[in-house]
């Protein structure tokens, strides 16, 4: 398996199959004398904003509290709850309304449901 290639930046669905976010980063565990092993797949704002720059993560985890989104700016799932890598990354965890999805939820009650049309 091509870790980054099958992995970051595919669809996760949650356990009914509906979309859950994005596979932002990966946990790997370097052991010796093994392969690396992955611990966990990440998802979340903070993370994304990682991949540009370290300033970027910080101001996503500061805008994160300012707003009050989430608990965590980085949400891990373990990899023993992937449940299949394919086109989409199937994981079982709760679906639109878990803290996974905090940004997305914060967004469509606090802005999009006051947009003209909605």
């Known amino acids: 398996m091509k870790i980054v290639n099958d992995l970051l930046d ?17 946990i790997v565990e370097l052991r010796e004398d093994e392969p690396p092993r ?4 990440e998802s979340g704002f ?6 540009v720059s ?6 996503a985890i500061a ?7 989430r608990k965590t700016p980085r949400y891990q799932i373990p990899w023993e709850k992937v449940l299949d890598v394919g086109f989409d ?6 679906g639109p309304e878990s803290p ?3 940004w997305e939820t ?13």
């Open 106 to 118: 914060w967004l469509r009650r606090r802005v999009l449901s006051k947009l003209p049309g909605k």
């Open 63 to 69: 805008a994160g509290k300012r707003l009050g989104i």
């Open 46 to 51: 903070a993370v994304c904003a990682a991949r």
């Open 10 to 26: 595919k669809q996760l669905l949650d356990r009914d199959k509906r979309k859950a976010g994005r596979v932002d980063g990966l």
């Open 100 to 102: 996974m999805m905090a």
């Open 38 to 41: 992955v611990v966990a797949i």
């Open 89 to 94: 990354i199937e994981v079982d965890v709760d």
């Open 54 to 59: 370290e300033r970027w993560s910080r101001f």
